[in-house]
């Protein structure tokens, strides 16, 4: 594999997460170095295929802030003008017009201010999305309301990622891999671990797909049949 072409913009931002929602349309979100440990948010937009990349929102930590998590970790667009990025103490922003313009919405986990990190959103459609990181939130009605959910994995949840309404897979902390058909009133657990914590996932159908993380590993579904290891059924429980 040969890199062909490299855009290298500041040594002070560091991208955690990049989508297209077209040939010519992208961004990357991460975070912006202000202080040693001290980050904020930023999210950069390519308008032709990556060619170049312009600043479109930065939000600085508070001033006088000597430790932030402050940053973005994962973007996902339904098209090129409706997208949602996720990040740290709780931050969940959401654009209307390709991302001129940026709101946040709000999480409620248990205690206010909401300080859970997140990592990662999935939306299946213009109406159902996940988010989740250190807790995990489910919105139904295309954001406007996003009630906890009460899960049963070990440690934090690393990825997510829906085909449709109703199939969904988790990867955690712990090295598990979870997955629902029916839109998360049911967990299943796939049958074994990998011993170190998966950070990503990826698949192409309900039989084939990739799960990666720490300790150089790297796990392929590919079955006709789950292998499950235990069966969860969970309500759906508000905060």
């Not at 500041?10 to 975070?31: E, K, L, P, R």
């Not at 999935?122 to 996003?146: C, M, N, P």
């Not at 590993?217 to 069966?231: D, F, G, H, N, S």
Request: glycine fraction near 12%; charge should be negative.
């Amino acid at each position: 594999m040969c890199i062909r072409d490299r855009a290298y913009l500041n040594t002070h931002y560091t991208f955690h997460d990049v989508f297209f929602a077209n040939a010519n349309d992208g961004w990357a979100v991460g975070s912006r170095s202000h202080l040693p440990n001290v980050w904020g948010q930023v999210i950069f937009h390519t308008t032709n295929g990556g060619q170049t990349w312009a600043s479109q929102y930065e939000l600085a930590p508070p001033a006088g802030t000597t430790f932030s998590t402050l940053r973005l970790d994962s973007v996902q667009f339904l098209d090129a003008l409706h997208g949602w990025a996720v990040g740290g103490l709780s931050q969940v922003i959401k654009t209307d017009d390709g991302g001129e313009h940026w709101t946040r919405a709000a999480l409620s986990c248990g205690v206010y201010p909401c300080r859970a990190n997140m990592f990662a959103v999935a939306f299946a459609d213009d109406q159902h999305g996940w988010i989740v990181g250190e807790g995990a939130f489910r919105t139904s009605d295309g954001g406007a309301h996003w009630p906890h959910q009460d899960m049963p994995m070990r440690g934090w949840i690393q990825d997510v990622q829906f085909l449709d309404e109703g199939d969904g897979w988790l990867a955690t902390t712990w090295g598990e891999m979870w997955f629902t058909v029916n839109g998360g009133e049911r967990w299943r657990k796939l049958t074994g671990e990998s011993g170190f914590a998966l950070r990503g996932l990826h698949l192409l159908d309900r039989q084939h797909g990739w799960f990666v993380g720490d300790g150089g590993t790297i796990l392929k579904l590919a079955t006709e049949r789950w292998p499950v290891q235990e069966e969860v059924l969970l309500p759906f429980l508000k905060r």
